[in-house]
């Protein structure tokens, strides 16, 4: 299980939310069916032990602005992200007290903008209905929006991680890290702000690391990033703020993910470590890395 501020789920935003989900499934990914927020996004989930996989879109632009927290509004900064380029506009850290997390993450420089409550009914595998019960924290960043975060608490996670709901036809077990695009400069910040939540940084090619609870978040240069994943888009590198342009997930066992990558829609490539990648084209500008090192 995860842990306050661990890896929950970083936010895919597309503009084509049926198109990623019916991609995912193709890989062997167990999809929800697509939902909706009061906030004008729709979202659909891969959902594992601790975490997600979310994928989001906009599907009513005039409520973006409702349910705001603060003076943050969840629906209109995903629908701004989106007017530039697809990728992750948002990310969610696992909180089990989004209260005194969100206190916590305060006290070392992170912005709380304010809290919002949200449930959404379920029907689970036993046919029996209940609804769940979700505090957020919303932690926007002027600086980098890119890297923005909110806090995530289930308060039912019986209602979230449901055994039947967890397992994935590919053997997916979850999402263990992202890697951040930044420069040499925007990484002095970034290096200050992280230390802060998970104590000290690692080296890394063309960067730093910082481990989580659930996950490793590396953040590096263009040029570290490339040498493993090869040519982002222009999309990703033309763009002038920090963002998430890769993250790595987890699977059981080799000889079925093969197998799913080969009837997939997707075009999965090798990288230069040697472990299965998306196009980011295929994948809203974020590169999704597989391997069974990261179980």
Request: glycine share 8%.
């Amino acid at each position: 299980m995860n842990a306050s501020f661990g890896i929950d789920h970083p936010l895919l935003a597309t503009h084509d939310i049926e198109g990623l989900r019916d991609r995912l499934i193709s890989l062997g990914f167990n999809m929800t069916a697509i939902g909706r927020h009061p906030w004008g996004t729709s979202t659909s989930l891969a959902m594992f032990d601790g975490c997600l996989l979310e994928i989001m879109g906009i599907y009513e632009e005039t409520l973006i602005d409702e349910v705001p927290a603060g003076e943050f509004r969840f629906g209109r900064h995903v629908f701004e992200h989106l007017q530039q380029r697809e990728g992750v506009a948002l990310s969610a850290l696992h909180s089990t007290d989004s209260v005194k997390d969100a206190a916590t993450a305060q006290d070392v420089g992170f912005t709380v903008a304010g809290h919002l409550e949200f449930g959404r009914n379920v029907t689970l595998p036993d046919g029996s209905a209940d609804r769940t019960k979700t505090t957020l924290a919303l932690m926007p960043d002027l600086d980098f929006p890119r890297l923005s975060f909110f806090l995530c608490q289930q308060h039912r996670p019986e209602l979230i991680y449901v055994p039947e709901w967890l397992e994935h036809p590919n053997t997916a077990s979850g999402i263990k890290g992202v890697t951040i695009l930044a420069n040499v400069a925007e990484q002095e910040a970034l290096k200050t702000k992280l230390r802060g939540l998970y104590g000290d940084v690692s080296p890394l090619s063309g960067g730093f690391s910082v481990h989580t609870a659930n996950g490793q978040i590396s953040v590096q240069t263009l040029d570290a990033i490339e040498a493993e994943f090869g040519t982002l888009p222009s999309d990703i590198t033309d763009s002038k703020t920090p963002s998430i342009v890769a993250m790595d997930l987890g699977y059981h066992d080799a000889n079925t993910f093969e197998t799913w990558v080969k009837k997939s829609d997707l075009r999965l490539k090798m990288t230069a470590s040697g472990l299965f990648a998306t196009q980011p084209e295929d994948t809203a500008n974020v590169i999704l890395r597989f391997g069974t090192c990261l179980v």
